[in-house]
């Protein structure tokens, strides 16, 4: 691929991309406020390399696509829910924009179905059952076959912890009548409940470049086991050990893909060995507030990357 020119009036060198609810919201709280300042931290970045820098919403029709050299994903965390308006735009999109990650990261990443690619590569991932779309799932036979006394059940594509369920072989019921209309247009995925990721937490280590920058821990408020903020969950700055890392990276170099920037989320399994939960190549929070270099580390590689001097 040959290197854009920044010398060139006609392009604004990079959009960050972000969703409609961030543009210019009326009104704040703490998690809009933290959306809105850590993409200023991405822009700052960009601009202090000499690029032409907008951030704009995926779905934002005035704005003319093909004008844009680098679309940079960042806050776009409306497009599971959108997924059929997404996915044409992104089609779109793609001929004329150079998308940072690569569309087909983005396709690979965006359905857990790759969570099997990554164990056919020799990472750890919790035991697993997908069930594809239309089929049908006896979730209470699924435990009792797989001696499991709890499991999650959640779409293959998802975020924020849409349709995420916990359940038991006493109680499954709920679940499957949600679960029976889900498969009639969707795959889902089953795994067994990781009691270390309530007990002690959940890791997200920030690879990018292909550089580790920093690592943050992720705990579930008191009775849930969901660890995003939308559930109450808790944010941590963290000091990952050098074999929490080395597993960080194994997991970016099984994607097969050269990746601008990763986020990995691992855990201790019911073994206790190390396992990735998921590795978010799309839009992840990557938690620039608690280490702002890693913004620069970001804008440096995209600058080498994609941008000649011209």
């Known amino acids: 691929m040959e ?20 543009v210019a919201p009326e009104q704040t709280n703490d998690y809009i406020n933290n959306v809105l300042h850590e993409d200023a931290i991405v822009v700052k970045a960009l601009k202090q390399r000499g690029l032409r820098v907008e951030r704009r ?10 004008n844009a050299g680098v679309l940079l994903f960042r806050t776009t ?19 004329s924009c150079i998308l940072v990650n690569p569309p087909e990261v983005l396709h690979w990443n965006i359905d857990k179905h790759y969570l099997n690619d990554l164990k056919s590569g020799g990472i750890n991932i919790p035991p697993t059952v997908i069930i594809e779309k239309v089929d049908a799932c006896d979730l209470k036979a699924l435990l009792k076959d797989k001696k499991w006394s709890e499991a999650v059940v959640k779409p293959c594509v998802s975020g924020a912890g849409r349709h995420t369920y ?3 072989e006493s109680h499954t019921e709920s679940t499957q009548q949600v679960m029976d209309e889900l498969l009639t247009r969707e795959a889902m995925m089953v795994q067994e409940f990781q009691r270390n990721i309530v007990d002690r937490g959940e890791l997200s280590l920030m690879i990018i470049d292909g550089i580790y920058t920093h690592a943050v821990l992720k705990k579930a408020r008191e009775g849930e086991f969901r660890v995003q903020d939308d559930f109450g969950g808790s944010v941590h700055p963290y000091e990952p050990t050098n074999e929490e890392i080395r597993f960080a990276k194994d997991c970016v170099k099984a994607s097969g893909f050269d990746l601008a920037y990763a986020r990995v989320d691992i855990f201790r399994d019911n073994k206790g060995q190390l396992c990735l939960a998921e590795l978010e190549l ?4 990557l938690w620039f507030r608690f280490h702002p270099e890693a913004a620069e580390v970001l804008a440096a590689g995209i600058t080498r990357k994609y941008f000649s001097e011209g």
């Open 3 to 22: 290197p854009l020119n920044r010398s060139n009036n006609t392009l604004v060198d990079v959009v960050v991309l972000t969703d409609h609810r961030y």
């Open 57 to 66: 919403s995926w779905d934002d029709d005035q704005f003319k696509w093909e």
């Open 77 to 95: 965390w409306d497009y599971f829910d959108r997924f059929a308006e997404f996915a044409p735009w992104l089609k779109k999109v793609s001929e």
């Open 166 to 168: 916990k359940i038991s």
């Open 282 to 285: 799309i839009e992840p929070e």
